[in-house]
C-alpha cells in the first residue's frame, strides 16, 4: 500500500512537473570565510518564488571531477522538479576532489565549513527560504553521495533530510582513488584519518529518526557493495531509512533517473513537518 501510494503520488507530482517549465536558474557567487574565496553555485527557484513564501531548500552535490553547474547542464528537467515539488535546489561547487570534508592535511580544502555553514547561511541571507532543519535536505551523486551523508551526519541540526545516489559511502576499499589521499593523506601513513571521515564509520553518530534517509545505487555500480553494507549496517543500528537498488550503473543516466525520487522523498518530509 505504501509503495501503491507513493507511485501514485509520483504520477501526480510527475504530471505538475511535465506541465509546469518555469523555474528560474541563476548562477551566484557566493563568498567562503573559512577558504578566503569566492565560490560559484547555481540556485534553482521554482515557479511561484515571487508569490512571496518561503520554500524548502534541498542542496544537490556533484561528483568526483565535477563541479556547481553539473546537475543543471546534464539533466536540463531539473528546474521542472523544483517547480513540480516547489522547492529551491541548490548546486554548490564542491571543488574537482574536496569529498566535502575540511581536509585535515590542506588548509585551502574546507568544503565541510563551506557547505554545511557558509554556503546555508548565504542562500538563507539571499532566498526566501524556511531556515530551519525540518525543512532543509541534501543529497548528491557518487563523491557528492558521500558528501551529502557526511555533512547530514554531522550536522543534524542543519538537515533534517539526506539522500544519496551511488554515493562512495565507503571509501577505504579505494585507497589509489580520486584524490583522496591528497584530502586526507595516504592510506598507510594517516589510517586513522581514513577511518575517521568515511560515511559507514560515522553510522554512531544516529539515533533512530534523528534524520529521514534515502539511499540508491545501482546492482552495477562499482560502488554498490558499500552501499548494501551502509544498508545493512542501518539495519544493524535500527536506523530507519529507504534503501534503493536497480539495475545500473554509474553514469547521468542512472542519476537522472534517481534524482526526482530523491526530491519527491524529501517533499514528502518536508509535507509531514506541517
Given at each position: 500500500?505504501?509503495?501503491?501510494c507513493?507511485?501514485?503520488?509520483?504520477?501526480?507530482?510527475?504530471?505538475?512537473?511535465?506541465?509546469?517549465?518555469?523555474?528560474?536558474?541563476?548562477?551566484?557567487?557566493?563568498?567562503?570565510?573559512?577558504?578566503?574565496?569566492?565560490?560559484?553555485?547555481?540556485?534553482?527557484?521554482?515557479?511561484?518564488?515571487?508569490?512571496?513564501?518561503?520554500?524548502?531548500?534541498?542542496?544537490?552535490?556533484?561528483?568526483?571531477?565535477?563541479?556547481?553547474?553539473?546537475?543543471?547542464?546534464?539533466?536540463?528537467?531539473?528546474?521542472?522538479?523544483?517547480?513540480a515539488y516547489?522547492?529551491?535546489?541548490?548546486?554548490?561547487?564542491?571543488?574537482?576532489?574536496?569529498?566535502?570534508?575540511?581536509?585535515?592535511?590542506?588548509?585551502?580544502?574546507?568544503?565541510?565549513?563551506?557547505?554545511?555553514?557558509?554556503?546555508?547561511?548565504?542562500?538563507?541571507?539571499?532566498y526566501?527560504?524556511?531556515?530551519?532543519?525540518?525543512?532543509?535536505?541534501?543529497?548528491?551523486?557518487?563523491?557528492?553521495?558521500?558528501?551529502?551523508?557526511?555533512?547530514?551526519?554531522?550536522?543534524?541540526?542543519?538537515?533534517?533530510?539526506?539522500?544519496?545516489?551511488?554515493?562512495?559511502?565507503?571509501?577505504?576499499?579505494?585507497?589509489?582513488?580520486?584524490?583522496?589521499?591528497?584530502?586526507?593523506?595516504?592510506?598507510?601513513?594517516?589510517?586513522?584519518?581514513?577511518?575517521?571521515?568515511?560515511?559507514?564509520?560515522?553510522?554512531?553518530?544516529l539515533?533512530?529518526?534523528?534524520?529521514?534517509?534515502?539511499?540508491?545505487?545501482?546492482?552495477?555500480?562499482?560502488?554498490?557493495?558499500?552501499?548494501?553494507?551502509?544498508?545493512?549496517?542501518?539495519?544493524?543500528?535500527?536506523?530507519?531509512?529507504?534503501?534503493?537498488?536497480?539495475?545500473?550503473?554509474?553514469?547521468?543516466?542512472?542519476?537522472?533517473n534517481?534524482?526526482?525520487?530523491?526530491?519527491?522523498?524529501?517533499?514528502?518530509?518536508?509535507?509531514?513537518?506541517?
Amino acid at each position: 500500500m505504501r509503495t501503491l501510494c507513493t507511485l501514485l503520488l509520483f504520477c501526480a507530482w510527475f504530471g505538475k512537473a511535465e506541465r509546469s517549465q518555469a523555474a528560474k536558474v541563476d548562477t551566484v557567487n557566493t563568498y567562503s570565510a573559512s577558504m578566503k574565496k569566492s565560490i560559484k553555485a547555481v540556485v534553482i527557484t521554482p515557479d511561484s518564488y515571487t508569490a512571496g513564501k518561503a520554500f524548502p531548500t534541498v542542496y544537490v552535490l556533484h561528483g568526483y571531477s565535477g563541479n556547481y553547474s553539473d546537475w543543471a547542464k546534464k539533466m536540463p528537467t531539473i528546474g521542472q522538479w523544483a517547480d513540480a515539488y516547489q522547492q529551491i535546489i541548490v548546486c554548490p561547487d564542491g571543488q574537482f576532489s574536496s569529498w566535502y570534508f575540511d581536509s585535515p592535511v590542506d588548509p585551502s580544502y574546507r568544503y565541510e565549513t563551506y557547505v554545511a555553514t557558509e554556503l546555508v547561511n548565504w542562500v538563507d541571507e539571499h532566498y526566501k527560504t524556511l531556515k530551519d532543519r525540518q525543512h532543509r535536505g541534501i543529497t548528491g551523486l557518487s563523491m557528492g553521495g558521500h558528501g551529502a551523508l557526511y555533512l547530514a551526519f554531522r550536522h543534524q541540526d542543519v538537515f533534517g533530510v539526506a539522500g544519496s545516489m551511488s554515493g562512495g559511502v565507503d571509501f577505504r576499499p579505494f585507497p589509489n582513488n580520486w584524490d583522496i589521499a591528497k584530502r586526507l593523506g595516504t592510506y598507510a601513513q594517516a589510517p586513522e584519518k581514513w577511518e575517521q571521515n568515511t560515511v559507514i564509520n560515522l553510522v554512531h553518530l544516529l539515533t533512530p529518526n534523528s534524520l529521514a534517509l534515502i539511499i540508491d545505487c545501482g546492482s552495477e555500480d562499482f560502488f554498490y557493495r558499500v552501499n548494501c553494507n551502509l544498508h545493512d549496517k542501518l539495519l544493524e543500528r535500527n536506523i530507519p531509512h529507504d534503501f534503493i537498488s536497480r539495475p545500473g550503473g554509474h553514469n547521468w543516466p542512472y542519476w537522472s533517473n534517481a534524482l526526482p525520487y530523491q526530491l519527491l522523498y524529501m517533499r514528502t518530509y518536508f509535507d509531514r513537518q506541517k
